[in-house]
Protein backbone atom coordinates (compact mmCIF):
# COMPACT_ATOMS: atom_id res chain seq x y z
CA UNK A 1 0.00 0.00 0.00
CA UNK A 2 1.35 3.52 -0.86
CA UNK A 3 2.58 5.57 2.07
CA UNK A 4 4.06 8.76 3.13
CA UNK A 5 7.82 8.62 4.03
CA UNK A 6 9.74 10.93 6.07
CA UNK A 7 13.17 11.24 6.96
CA UNK A 8 15.00 11.82 8.98
CA UNK A 9 13.22 9.77 11.87
CA UNK A 10 15.27 11.41 14.42
CA UNK A 11 17.20 14.73 14.25
CA UNK A 12 19.09 16.65 17.10
CA UNK A 13 20.34 19.79 16.48
CA UNK A 14 21.40 23.05 18.32
CA UNK A 15 19.65 25.93 19.24
CA UNK A 16 19.93 28.47 16.16
CA UNK A 17 20.65 26.03 13.56
CA UNK A 18 18.57 25.67 10.59
CA UNK A 19 17.17 22.15 9.99
CA UNK A 20 15.25 20.33 6.84
CA UNK A 21 12.84 17.66 7.17
CA UNK A 22 12.07 15.66 4.16
CA UNK A 23 8.63 14.21 2.87
CA UNK A 24 7.81 11.83 0.00
CA UNK A 25 3.94 12.04 -0.38
CA UNK A 26 1.70 9.17 -2.16
CA UNK A 27 2.57 9.76 -5.55
CA UNK A 28 -0.87 10.82 -7.13
CA UNK A 29 -1.88 13.42 -4.23
CA UNK A 30 -2.22 17.07 -5.01
CA UNK A 31 -2.62 18.10 -1.49
CA UNK A 32 0.64 18.27 1.32
CA UNK A 33 0.66 19.15 4.72
CA UNK A 34 2.60 19.42 7.98
CA UNK A 35 1.16 18.65 11.32
CA UNK A 36 3.58 18.86 14.26
CA UNK A 37 2.84 17.28 17.76
CA UNK A 38 4.75 18.25 21.00
CA UNK A 39 5.46 15.46 23.60
CA UNK A 40 2.35 14.81 25.30
CA UNK A 41 0.00 17.29 23.37
CA UNK A 42 -2.23 17.73 20.92
CA UNK A 43 -1.60 16.83 16.89
CA UNK A 44 -1.32 20.69 15.28
CA UNK A 45 -1.88 22.07 11.96
CA UNK A 46 1.39 23.63 10.75
CA UNK A 47 0.84 24.02 7.20
CA UNK A 48 -1.02 23.18 3.88
CA UNK A 49 0.23 22.98 0.26
CA UNK A 50 -1.26 22.98 -2.70
CA UNK A 51 -0.70 23.50 -6.39
CA UNK A 52 2.62 24.64 -5.63
CA UNK A 53 1.91 26.91 -2.94
CA UNK A 54 0.99 27.24 0.26
CA UNK A 55 -2.96 27.27 0.91
CA UNK A 56 -3.23 27.85 4.64
CA UNK A 57 -1.15 27.71 7.78
CA UNK A 58 -1.30 28.04 11.17
CA UNK A 59 -0.29 30.52 13.72
CA UNK A 60 2.35 28.70 14.66
CA UNK A 61 3.89 28.63 11.13
CA UNK A 62 5.72 32.12 11.26
CA UNK A 63 8.74 33.29 9.39
CA UNK A 64 11.45 30.51 10.56
CA UNK A 65 9.41 27.85 8.19
CA UNK A 66 8.95 27.22 5.28
CA UNK A 67 7.86 24.82 2.90
CA UNK A 68 8.83 23.92 -0.60
CA UNK A 69 8.37 21.28 -3.40
CA UNK A 70 12.08 21.04 -4.96
CA UNK A 71 10.92 18.10 -7.19
CA UNK A 72 8.11 16.18 -8.28
CA UNK A 73 8.27 14.12 -5.54
CA UNK A 74 10.04 15.55 -2.30
CA UNK A 75 8.12 18.06 -0.05
CA UNK A 76 10.32 19.88 2.71
CA UNK A 77 9.47 22.15 5.76
CA UNK A 78 12.60 24.30 6.75
CA UNK A 79 12.87 25.50 10.25
CA UNK A 80 15.46 28.68 9.61
CA UNK A 81 16.85 29.02 13.37
CA UNK A 82 15.58 26.26 15.29
CA UNK A 83 14.43 27.47 19.35
CA UNK A 84 14.14 24.57 22.17
CA UNK A 85 10.22 24.80 22.09
CA UNK A 86 10.44 23.65 18.16
CA UNK A 87 11.11 19.84 19.51
CA UNK A 88 8.32 18.61 18.59
CA UNK A 89 7.33 15.43 16.33
CA UNK A 90 7.04 16.71 13.03
CA UNK A 91 4.30 14.78 10.41
CA UNK A 92 4.06 15.15 7.00
CA UNK A 93 0.70 14.08 5.53
CA UNK A 94 -0.83 13.96 1.99
CA UNK A 95 -4.65 13.69 0.42
CA UNK A 96 -6.37 13.21 -3.04
CA UNK A 97 -7.39 16.01 -5.24
CA UNK A 98 -11.24 15.95 -3.54
CA UNK A 99 -12.51 17.98 -0.65
CA UNK A 100 -13.71 15.41 2.41
CA UNK A 101 -10.93 12.95 1.53
CA UNK A 102 -8.74 10.78 3.83
CA UNK A 103 -5.35 12.31 4.86
CA UNK A 104 -2.34 9.66 5.22
CA UNK A 105 0.55 10.67 7.59
CA UNK A 106 4.39 9.58 7.50
CA UNK A 107 5.96 8.29 10.80
CA UNK A 108 7.23 11.06 11.74
CA UNK A 109 9.97 13.16 12.46
CA UNK A 110 11.54 13.75 15.81
CA UNK A 111 13.43 16.82 15.97
CA UNK A 112 14.93 18.00 19.33
CA UNK A 113 16.19 21.11 19.76
CA UNK A 114 19.21 21.29 22.63
CA UNK B 1 -12.55 26.49 16.64
CA UNK B 2 -13.76 23.13 15.50
CA UNK B 3 -11.19 20.94 17.39
CA UNK B 4 -12.67 17.16 18.19
CA UNK B 5 -12.54 16.69 21.97
CA UNK B 6 -12.08 13.14 23.05
CA UNK B 7 -13.49 11.12 26.24
CA UNK B 8 -12.65 9.93 28.18
CA UNK B 9 -8.94 10.62 28.19
CA UNK B 10 -7.83 7.26 29.63
CA UNK B 11 -9.44 4.00 29.06
CA UNK B 12 -8.51 0.31 30.31
CA UNK B 13 -9.89 -2.95 29.74
CA UNK B 14 -9.66 -6.34 29.42
CA UNK B 15 -8.99 -8.21 26.42
CA UNK B 16 -12.38 -9.49 24.42
CA UNK B 17 -13.93 -6.41 25.93
CA UNK B 18 -15.26 -3.91 23.84
CA UNK B 19 -13.97 -0.04 24.11
CA UNK B 20 -15.86 2.84 23.19
CA UNK B 21 -14.21 6.43 22.93
CA UNK B 22 -16.35 9.35 21.90
CA UNK B 23 -15.50 12.76 20.16
CA UNK B 24 -17.17 16.24 20.33
CA UNK B 25 -16.99 18.80 18.10
CA UNK B 26 -17.85 22.22 18.09
CA UNK B 27 -18.79 23.90 14.42
CA UNK B 28 -19.97 22.65 11.08
CA UNK B 29 -17.66 19.76 9.53
CA UNK B 30 -17.41 18.19 5.99
CA UNK B 31 -15.92 14.64 7.24
CA UNK B 32 -14.48 13.17 10.77
CA UNK B 33 -11.95 11.11 10.64
CA UNK B 34 -10.22 8.63 13.25
CA UNK B 35 -6.44 7.86 13.94
CA UNK B 36 -4.61 5.61 16.20
CA UNK B 37 -1.01 6.38 17.36
CA UNK B 38 1.05 4.13 18.99
CA UNK B 39 3.66 5.02 21.51
CA UNK B 40 6.34 7.61 19.14
CA UNK B 41 4.68 6.66 16.02
CA UNK B 42 3.18 7.84 13.10
CA UNK B 43 -1.15 8.34 12.93
CA UNK B 44 -2.32 5.30 11.39
CA UNK B 45 -6.10 6.24 9.19
CA UNK B 46 -8.84 3.81 10.80
CA UNK B 47 -11.57 5.38 8.94
CA UNK B 48 -12.88 8.77 7.61
CA UNK B 49 -17.16 9.51 7.90
CA UNK B 50 -18.63 11.89 5.89
CA UNK B 51 -20.85 14.27 7.46
CA UNK B 52 -23.70 13.70 5.44
CA UNK B 53 -23.06 9.24 7.14
CA UNK B 54 -24.60 8.25 10.55
CA UNK B 55 -22.44 5.19 11.20
CA UNK B 56 -19.49 3.21 9.28
CA UNK B 57 -17.84 -0.03 9.71
CA UNK B 58 -14.58 -1.22 9.22
CA UNK B 59 -13.72 -4.75 10.80
CA UNK B 60 -13.40 -4.47 14.42
CA UNK B 61 -14.47 -1.08 14.29
CA UNK B 62 -17.50 1.00 14.27
CA UNK B 63 -17.88 4.56 13.93
CA UNK B 64 -21.31 6.76 14.81
CA UNK B 65 -21.71 10.20 13.59
CA UNK B 66 -24.02 13.02 15.42
CA UNK B 67 -23.75 16.35 13.91
CA UNK B 68 -27.27 17.64 15.48
CA UNK B 69 -25.12 16.78 18.57
CA UNK B 70 -22.15 17.23 16.73
CA UNK B 71 -20.22 14.02 18.30
CA UNK B 72 -18.89 10.67 17.16
CA UNK B 73 -17.91 7.54 18.91
CA UNK B 74 -15.67 4.81 18.02
CA UNK B 75 -16.15 1.58 19.37
CA UNK B 76 -13.51 -0.73 18.60
CA UNK B 77 -14.81 -5.11 19.51
CA UNK B 78 -13.48 -8.15 21.08
CA UNK B 79 -10.42 -5.98 21.84
CA UNK B 80 -6.95 -7.21 21.64
CA UNK B 81 -3.59 -6.62 23.00
CA UNK B 82 -2.27 -4.80 19.63
CA UNK B 83 -5.27 -2.29 20.15
CA UNK B 84 -3.44 -0.33 22.71
CA UNK B 85 -2.62 3.02 21.63
CA UNK B 86 -3.36 6.57 21.35
CA UNK B 87 -6.64 7.26 19.74
CA UNK B 88 -7.88 10.62 18.10
CA UNK B 89 -10.89 12.12 16.30
CA UNK B 90 -9.66 14.71 13.38
CA UNK B 91 -12.44 16.64 12.26
CA UNK B 92 -12.84 18.32 8.50
CA UNK B 93 -13.63 21.41 7.04
CA UNK B 94 -13.48 22.21 3.33
CA UNK B 95 -10.33 24.12 3.56
CA UNK B 96 -8.90 20.21 3.62
CA UNK B 97 -6.59 20.49 6.95
CA UNK B 98 -7.80 18.60 9.89
CA UNK B 99 -8.68 19.54 13.67
CA UNK B 100 -6.78 17.27 16.28
CA UNK B 101 -8.62 16.07 19.83
CA UNK B 102 -6.46 15.49 22.14
CA UNK B 103 -7.15 11.79 21.67
CA UNK B 104 -8.17 8.97 24.05
CA UNK B 105 -5.63 6.56 25.26
CA UNK B 106 -6.48 3.18 25.41
CA UNK B 107 -4.76 -0.17 27.91
CA UNK B 108 -5.92 -3.55 26.88
CA UNK B 109 -5.22 -6.11 29.53
CA UNK B 110 -4.17 -9.52 28.74
Known amino acids: EPEVTQTPSHQVTQMGQEVILRCVPI?????FYWYRQILGQKVEFLVS????????KSEIFDDQFSVERPDGSNFTLKIRSTKLEDSAMYFC????????????FGEGSWLTVV | SQQGEEDPQALSIQEGENATMNCSYK?????LQWYRQNSGRGLVHLIL?????REKHSGRLRVTLDTSKKSSSLLITASRAADTASYFC??????????FGAGTTVTVRA
Open chain 1, 93 to 104: ASSPPVSGNTIY
Open chain 1, 27 to 31: SNHLY
Open chain 1, 49 to 56: FYNNEISE
Open chain 2, 27 to 31: TSINN
Open chain 2, 49 to 53: IRSNE
Open chain 2, 90 to 99: ATGSNDYKLS
